[in-house]
């Protein structure tokens, strides 16, 4: 799907299919199916952090744009075809708070509107986010009435009035990236990797709880709410794990030519003395093949269920 103008794709939801463009200034547009919620991250001039970004690639439905590039005709398209199929469509922008200190516990901000956001979904939401834990800490929760619902120096996604007329429900999300290095800035990779999963665990139970609160949708379990298309790069590596493991037999390298005649000389030493096997000539390079496989861009797949 090449076309990024709202009308395209709206009519492509309207059909159940799903969308997946590139926007002006390197973002993408990423609808795994029509779903009742987005999550958007605006990449602060002059930054990129891929950390942040991979925590919303891997959910189903989500939007990654410079933070100078205008969504407002593009997110007002989607809320109308969304509004639509589930009468309702919830909104969350995410972006990164200051760095903690060292040995600091992971915070998020939850800014919300003073009125119109159901008390039940943003207990739901705060007590997933109280889940995602890293290094053995317990996160800190903040949920914060009428705030301001943008990252710091920029303009909300949608006027106040905007997200009442379109009935979205717009609510905002600050993320301290506990994952990293507050000197360096450097990922701590399996902290991230864990925190990302945690994360993603957290915004579907949020989600399915908007879904049952605000609109029609009535998902049975909030896995439902996960992304079910295989990326082409998933099945890119896919397809060279299968290449991987059908360039040798695992049993024939593995099994002695012997077998046999190893028992009965073992046999005749009285089941005392250890016998040679002899095993089949290798048609492979182990250390070759190690580095085929290490070399498989697996955090590069934005489902984490399929990375791991």
């Given at each position: 799907m090449k076309s990024a103008e709202p009308e395209a794709l709206v009519e492509r939801l309207r059909a159940g299919e799903g969308v997946d463009?590139?926007?002006?200034?390197?973002?993408?547009?990423?609808?795994?199916?029509?779903?009742?919620?987005?999550?958007?991250?605006?990449?602060?001039?002059?930054?990129?952090?891929?950390?942040?970004?991979?925590?919303?690639?891997?959910?189903?439905?989500?939007?990654?744009?410079?933070?100078?590039?205008?969504?407002?005709?593009?997110?007002?398209?989607?809320?109308e075809a969304h509004q639509e199929s589930f009468g309702g469509w919830l909104l969350l922008e995410i972006w990164n708070e200051p760095p903690p200190g060292a040995g600091a516990p992971p915070t998020f901000r939850l800014g919300a509107p003073e009125r119109g956001v159901p008390a039940a979904l943003l207990e739901a939401f705060e007590a997933a986010l109280m889940k995602v834990s890293i290094h053995r800490k317990r996160p800190v929760v903040r949920v914060d009435y009428?705030?301001?619902?943008?990252?710091?120096?920029?303009?909300?996604?949608?006027?106040?009035e905007?997200?009442?007329?379109?009935?979205?429900?717009?609510?905002?999300?600050?993320?301290?990236?506990?994952?990293?290095?507050?000197?360096?800035g450097e990922t701590y990779t399996f902290a991230h990797r864990a925190y990302r999963q945690r994360f993603?665990?957290?915004?579907?139970?949020?989600?399915?709880?908007?879904?049952?609160?605000?609109?029609?949708?009535?998902?049975?379990?909030?896995?439902?709410?996960?992304?079910?298309?295989?990326?082409?790069?998933?099945?890119?590596v896919d397809a060279e794990l299968a290449r991987l493991s059908d360039g040798f037999d695992l049993l024939l390298h593995?099994?002695?030519?012997?077998?046999?005649?190893?028992?009965?000389?073992?046999?005749?030493?009285?089941?005392?003395?250890?016998?040679?096997?002899?095993?089949?000539?290798?048609?492979?390079?182990?250390?070759?093949m190690k580095r085929e496989l290490w070399n498989l861009p697996l955090e590069e797949i934005e489902d984490p269920a399929l990375a791991d």
């Open positions: 463009v590139a926007l002006p200034g390197g973002g993408r547009l990423h609808l795994d199916r029509p779903l009742p919620f987005l999550c958007v991250y605006r990449r602060p001039a002059g930054e990129r952090w891929p950390d942040t970004e991979a925590l919303l690639t891997s959910l189903a439905a989500w939007l990654i744009a410079p933070a100078g590039v205008a969504l407002q005709d593009l997110l007002c398209a989607l809320a009428g705030a301001r619902i943008a990252p710091p120096g920029l303009e909300p996604l949608l006027s106040t905007q997200a009442a007329r379109l009935g979205i429900t717009h609510l905002g999300l600050g993320v301290t990236p506990a994952y990293r290095d507050p000197e360096t993603n665990r957290a915004l579907k139970q949020a989600f399915h709880a908007f879904a049952h609160c605000c609109t029609n949708h009535r998902p049975a379990h909030y896995h439902e709410l996960g992304p079910r298309a295989i990326t082409p790069r998933a099945r890119e593995v099994t002695p030519v012997n077998g046999e005649a190893a028992w009965r000389a073992f046999e005749a030493g009285g089941f005392e003395q250890e016998v040679e096997f002899l095993y089949r000539p290798r048609t492979i390079d182990p250390a070759a």
